[in-house]
C-alpha cells in the first residue's frame, strides 16, 4: 500500500507592482516606488511569476495519486552565474586613473617608502593608506602609483572615488563587469561588487585597487580587498588620521608637503614646460617658503605666472598684497592650508577678471565650488538652470550662456589650475580640489551662496537620466555631487521644502540595487524631512514611502509594513481618499501585505486599487493593468486560481495591445499567465510558453537579466512537474548558489531556494538530503518570516511528507495536525489548502497506513 499523494501547494504569485525604470534586479511583486517630491509613481511593469508552486505527483496535474507526494517549488527571483562572452584584455584599467599634473614631483622618498613595502610582501595583500592634509598631493601619488602599475606587468588597476560607499560599490561593479566576472549582472551592484573582491582574493592576476579620499572607515570597512595569494596592492588616501584605517595588514604613510628641493624642482620644471623659464629667478624659494611648500598653492601661482608673465618676485609682491583677512579669518582656516591657498586664489581670480569671459569665470566656479570635487559631468553645463545662473544680469542685456561658451570658460580656469578640466574622464570631467572649493563658498555672500547652491540643484536635477540603469556611471556621480552639494547648503536644499534632487539621488540608489545605502539614505532622509518641516509635511510622508520600498527590497517586509501602514493614514488624511498618490500606497501596503501571507488583507486593498485605478486613469493606463495582474496574483495565493487566469489572460491582452507582441513587460506576462496554467494541470502548455519565455527574455534583455534567471526558475518547476527532475535539480542547485553569494545565507529567497531544491531531491529519491534541507527550512522561516507566515505553515507540510515518506510517522503525523490546525486558523477551513491537509491527515490515520515509506 502506498502512502496517499498530498496536495498541499501554493499558487505562484504572478503579478508584481513595479516600475519599469527600476524593475531589473527587484524581487517579483515589488512595490510601485514613490518618485521624489511629487509623489508620483513611476510606470510600473509586470514582473515574472514567483513564490510557491505546487508540484503534483501526477503529470496532469491532479492532487493525489498512489505512491505520490506533492511538493512546493517555489519559482523565485535569481541570478544566473553565467561568463559574459567575449575574451578580456589584459591589462584593464577601470578609473579612469587621473593624469599627472605638469611637472609632477615624484616624491622619491615616499615612493621607496611605498615600493619598498611592496617588495617585502608575498602572501598577504599589502594595504597602504597615504594620509595627509589637503592639497599636499596625496591623490596624484596614488595616481602616479597606478600610472606605473599599468606598464610594470599588473593585469587590474581600479580607481575608486572613496568618499561615500555608494562610490565604491558602483566602480566595484563596473570592474567586475570589464573583466567579465561570472555573476556579474550588472544589475546588482552590491552583488556584483561582491563578485570582485571574491576574484581579487582568489586571483593569480596582478591588481592594484586605489580608494581616493576616504572620508568613513565604518563605511568602508566592508569592502577593503584582499588577496590570499600575494599578488595584490591597494593604495588608499585620505586626511583622516583614524584607528580604524590602520591594522589588519594596513600600514599608513604620512604624506606631508614638498620639501624645499621638491617645490624648488617643481616651479623650474613647470615654469620651463611652458617655455617661461626666464620667470624663475632668485626669489623662487622665498616664494615657495611663502606658499608653504603646498603643492596645490604653488600650481596656483605657476599658473598664474605663465599666464600672467610674472616673475617669482612679481607674484610674491602681490601675493604679500592681497588681504585674506576679508576672504578667510583665521578662524575659517582650520587644516592650516585654507589662507594659502585663498591667497593664489584671489590671485588666479583677479587675473580672469581681466579676461573678456572674467564674470562668466567667476560664476562658472561658484557653482563648480558646491559639486563633487572628485567631478562632474560635461553635461551639468548643458542644463538650462546652470546656463541661466552663471550669465551676466539683466539677462535681457545679454542672451543665455551657451555650452560652447562655458566650454571656453572651463578651459580658461582649467589655465589657471583653478579647475581640472578632461573630457576624456567623463563622467567626472570637470574636478575641484576641494580646498579650492572651500576657498571660493567661503568668499561668497549669504545670496550667492543660496542662489549658487539652489542652481546647481536644479542642475543636477535636470541632467539626471529617467532610467539610472542604463548610465549606472553618470547616476552614480549625479548621486556624489547632490551628496556634496547637501553637506555644503543643507540649509538652502531644505527651504522652503526639500528640493527635488534630494528626492531623486534616494530613487537613484533603491533603483539601482543599492539596498542598504537606500535604507540608510531614506532613513536619514525622513529624520532630517521630520525635523525641519514636520511630522505631516508631505515631504516626510514621502521620505518614508521611499524608506518603506528600501526595507520591502531588502527583504525586511515587517518594517515596511509598518511604515506603509502609516503613509496610507497620512496620505487620507492630507490628500483625501481618492487621490492617485493614496492609492498608490494603499497599493504598495497590499505588496507587502501579500509578502507577509495576509492573503485576504491583500485582496481587500488591490480590488479597491483597481476600482479607484479605472476611474482615476482609465481602463488601459498601465498602472491599471498593472493592479490586475497584482489583484490575479492575491487570487491565485488565495487558491482562487480560476480567477487568476481569467484576469491574467486579460492582463496578456491588453500589454500585447498597448506595448507589443515583443516588449518585455508582454513577454513577463504571459510568463506569469504560464505559472496559473501550470498550476491548474495545463503542463505541457505552461512549458511550451515558459521555454518561449526563457528565449525571448534572453534576446531581450540579456541571459543574465534578473527577468530572464525567474524564468528559467519557473522552467525548472514545470519541468519539475513533468517529472524532468534532473533538469529541475540542475537549475535549482544553481539557484541556491547564487542566492547565497547574491542575498546571503539568511534571506528569505535564498531558504526559499533550499526548499525548491529539497523537493527536487525527494522526488530524485535522496529523501535524507530533502530532510536534513527541509528541516533547516522551517527553522529559518520561523526565524525570518514568522511561525504563522503561509511560507512557513507549508515548510512544516513539506517536512511531515518528508518524514512520512521515511518512515517516521509519529513526527509526520504530529506536525501535519498543527499544519491543519494553523491552515483553519490562518486560511479557513474551506481554503484548498486546508481542505487538501485534512484529507491526507485522514488518510494517514487509516490503519495500516503508518507502515508506508
Known amino acids: 500500500m502506498s502512502a496517499p499523494g498530498w496536495p498541499w501547494s501554493r499558487p505562484p504569485h504572478p503579478a508584481p507592482d513595479q516600475n519599469t525604470t527600476a524593475a531589473a534586479g527587484r524581487p517579483p511583486h515589488a512595490p510601485v516606488s514613490e518618485d521624489s517630491r511629487a509623489h508620483a509613481p513611476l510606470h510600473p511593469n509586470v514582473s515574472a511569476a514567483s513564490d510557491s508552486i505546487a508540484i503534483g505527483g501526477n503529470t496532469d496535474g491532479s492532487a493525489v495519486g498512489t505512491g505520490n507526494t506533492v511538493y512546493n517549488i517555489r519559482e523565485e527571483h535569481t541570478h544566473h552565474t553565467t561568463s559574459p562572452s567575449g575574451e578580456v584584455l589584459w591589462p584593464v584599467e577601470v578609473g579612469p ?101 571574491d576574484w581579487l582574493a582568489t586571483t593569480d592576476r596582478r591588481w592594484l585597487v586605489v580608494l581616493d579620499d576616504i572620508t568613513d572607515p565604518v563605511a568602508i570597512t566592508p569592502w577593503w580587498p584582499t588577496s590570499r595569494t600575494g599578488t595584490g596592492h591597494v593604495l588608499a588616501t585620505t586626511r583622516l588620521k583614524d584607528a580604524r584605517l590602520t591594522g589588519g595588514n594596513r600600514t599608513r604613510i604620512d604624506v606631508d608637503v614638498y620639501t624645499p628641493e621638491e617645490a624648488a624642482d617643481y616651479l623650474t620644471l613647470r615654469l620651463a614646460h611652458d617655455h617661461t623659464a626666464h620667470l624663475l629667478d632668485d626669489q623662487a624659494p622665498a616664494l615657495a617658503q611663502a606658499l608653504g611648500h603646498l603643492p596645490l598653492a604653488l600650481s596656483h601661482a605657476a599658473a598664474y605666472m605663465v599666464n600672467e608673465d610674472l616673475t617669482c618676485t612679481q607674484y610674491h609682491a602681490h601675493f604679500r598684497r592681497t588681504r585674506l583677512e576679508l576672504a578667510l579669518p583665521d578662524t575659517a582656516d582650520a587644516e592650516g592650508y585654507g589662507r594659502k591657498i585663498t591667497a593664489t586664489l584671489l590671485l588666479a581670480l583677479e587675473a580672469t577678471d581681466r579676461d573678456s569671459r572674467g564674470p562668466l569665470a567667476r560664476s562658472v566656479l561658484h557653482l563648480t565650488a558646491f559639486l563633487d570635487p572628485a567631478g562632474h559631468p560635461r553635461a551639468f553645463w548643458t542644463a538650462s538652470a546652470a546656463l541661466t545662473h552663471v550669465t551676466p544680469h539683466p539677462v535681457t542685456s545679454q542672451a543665455q550662456a551657451t555650452p560652447d561658451q562655458i566650454h571656453t570658460v572651463l578651459r580658461l580656469l582649467d589655465r589657471y589650475a583653478l579647475i581640472t578640466y578632461d573630457q576624456r ?284 534567471v525567474r524564468a528559467r526558475a519557473n522552467l525548472a518547476a514545470s519541468y519539475w512537474q513533468a517529472r524532468r527532475t534532473g533538469e529541475a535539480i540542475e537549475l535549482l542547485e544553481r539557484v541556491v548558489a547564487d542566492r547565497e553569494r547574491l542575498l546571503g545565507e539568511d534571506h528569505p529567497d535564498t531558504v526559499r531556494a533550499w526548499a525548491n531544491l529539497a523537493a527536487s531531491y525527494q522526488q530524485a529519491g535522496r529523501t535524507r538530503e530533502a530532510i536534513a534541507i527541509k528541516e533547516q527550512v522551517v527553522t529559518d522561516s520561523e526565524q525570518l518570516l514568522g511561525e504563522d507566515h503561509p511560507s512557513t505553515v507549508t515548510a512544516r507540510a513539506n517536512l511531515a511528507a518528508s518524514y512520512w515518506q521515511a518512515g517516521r510517522t509519529g513526527e509526520a503525523m504530529e506536525l501535519l495536525e498543527r499544519v491543519v490546525s494553523d491552515s483553519e486558523r490562518l486560511l479557513g477551513e474551506d481554503h484548498p489548502d486546508t481542505v487538501n491537509a485534512r484529507r491526507v491527515l485522514s488518510q494517514w490515520r487509516t490503519p495500516g497506513s503508518s507502515n508506508i515509506r
Open 97 to 197: 586613473v587621473p593624469a599627472l599634473a605638469t611637472a609632477f614631483q615624484p616624491r622619491s622618498a615616499l615612493r621607496r617608502h611605498i615600493d619598498a613595502a611592496r617588495a617585502r610582501t608575498t602572501t598577504v595583500v599589502l594595504t597602504q593608506v597615504l594620509s595627509g592634509g589637503g592639497g599636499v598631493g596625496k591623490t596624484q601619488l596614488a595616481a602616479a602609483c597606478a600610472a606605473d602599475a599599468l606598464t610594470d606587468t599588473v593585469d587590474l588597476v581600479v580607481w575608486v572615488t572613496a568618499t561615500e560607499q555608494q562610490q565604491v560599490i558602483t566602480q566595484y561593479a563596473q570592474a567586475a563587469a570589464r573583466i567579465h566576472l561570472p555573476g556579474a549582472t550588472g544589475k546588482d551592484p552590491q552583488s556584483d561588487a561582491r563578485a570582485l573582491l
Open 425 to 708: 574622464a567623463e563622467p567626472r570631467a570637470v574636478r575641484v580640489h576641494a580646498l579650492t572649493a572651500r576657498a571660493v563658498r567661503e568668499s561668497l555672500t549669504a545670496d550667492e551662496l543660496a542662489r549658487a547652491a539652489g542652481a546647481a540643484a536644479d542642475a543636477l536635477l535636470e541632467v539626471w537620466p529617467e532610467v539610472d540603469q542604463v548610465h549606472p556611471d553618470l547616476a552614480a556621480v549625479l548621486r556624489a555631487n547632490t551628496d556634496a552639494l547637501a553637506d555644503h547648503a543643507p540649509d538652502i536644499l531644505w527651504d522652503p521644502d526639500g528640493h527635488p534632487v534630494l528626492f531623486r539621488a534616494g530613487t537613484s540608489l533603491r533603483d539601482t540595487g543599492l539596498a542598504a545605502p537606500a535604507i540608510t539614505y531614506w532613513q536619514a532622509m525622513a529624520a532630517t524631512s521630520r525635523q525641519r518641516l514636520g511630522e505631516d509635511h508631505p515631504d516626510t510622508v514621502t521620505a518614508r514611502a521611499n524608506l518603506a520600498t528600501s526595507y520591502w527590497q531588502a527583504g525586511r517586509t515587517r518594517e515596511a509594513i509598518a511604515i506603509e501602514e502609516r503613509v496610507v493614514t497620512d496620505r487620507e488624511q492630507l490628500l483625501g481618499e481618492d487621490h492617485p498618490d493614496t492609492v498608490t500606497a494603499r497599493a504598495n501596503l497590499s505588496v507587502s501585505y501579500w509578502q507577509a501571507g495576509r492573503t485576504r488583507e491583500a485582496i481587500a486593498i488591490e480590488e479597491r486599487v483597481v476600482t479607484d485605478r479605472e476611474q482615476l486613469l482609465g481602463e488601459d493606463h498601465s498602472f491599471t493593468v498593472t493592479a490586475r495582474a497584482n489583484l490575479a496574483a492575491s487570487y491565485w495565493q488565495a487558491g482562487r486560481t480560476g480567477e487568476a487566469i481569467e484576469l491574467l489572460e486579460r492582463v496578456v491582452a491588453d500589454l500585447e495591445r498597448l506595448l507589443g507582441e515583443d516588449h518585455p513587460d508582454t513577454v513577463t506576462a504571459r510568463a506569469n499567465l504560464s505559472v496559473s496554467y501550470w498550476q491548474a494541470g495545463r503542463t505541457r502548455e505552461a512549458i511550451a510558453i515558459k521555454e518561449q519565455v526563457v528565449a525571448d527574455l534572453e534576446q531581450l534583455l540579456g541571459e543574465d537579466h534578473p527577468d530572464t
